[in-house]
């Protein structure tokens, strides 16, 4: 009983797990098409904050694209009794065509986009503030943000951070619309 038990906590997660590659993908790279676009360099921690908050929102809103279907699954396999994930996606399906797998869709842009501005903007200036700290007096004159590794992860950490404390009561929102087994009238969800 007790492995059933502990079975149960990763219903789910096998959507996501899969879908981490493309989704991770999809924000990095429109994130590194849309810095180019806009004549952003390589150390992007010197740019004007407008510029990485437009980077960072298209960078989310591409993730969130990819996230909400995959969302839906996991949600809906962790609230009810569906056995596998084919099993869960045939519900779903059948419960209102491929429509279905756009319900709160809307909601993981708002969250993801949003936020991705707050990921990119703490993470570029968290970064060149930790390297400008710590950059070796004996650094080379091309030497970079990204140089240093332990800014970079320090810099990751916090902005992740900040980002799900800002994206948890939006996220709470969304996982209600998904796995109502009819639509939401979005407002009485926020009182």
Known sequence: IVGLQQARLYRGVLGPVLAVTPQNAAMY?????????????????????????????????????????????????????????????????????????????????????????????????????????RKPSDAPANWKAEDDHLAVCLAGAIAGAATWVLALPIDVVKTRVQTSPRPLQLLPLLS
């Open 29 to 133: 790279t429109v994130y590194g098409w849309s810095n180019r676009f806009m004549g952003i360099a390589h150390d992007r921690s010197d740019q004007p904050l407008w510029k990485t908050a437009t980077c960072g929102i298209l960078a989310g809103m591409a993730y969130a694209l990819v996230a909400g279907p995959v969302e839906l699954v996991k949600c809906n396999m962790q609230t009810t009794r569906s056995g596998t994930m084919t099993e869960c996606i045939g519900t779903l399906y059948r419960d209102g065509g491929l429509r279905r797998f756009t319900r709160g869709l809307g909601l993981t842009v708002l969250r993801d986009g949003p936020t991705s501005v707050v990921f990119f903007g703490a993470y570029e200036n968290l970064k060149g503030a930790l390297s400008r700290m």
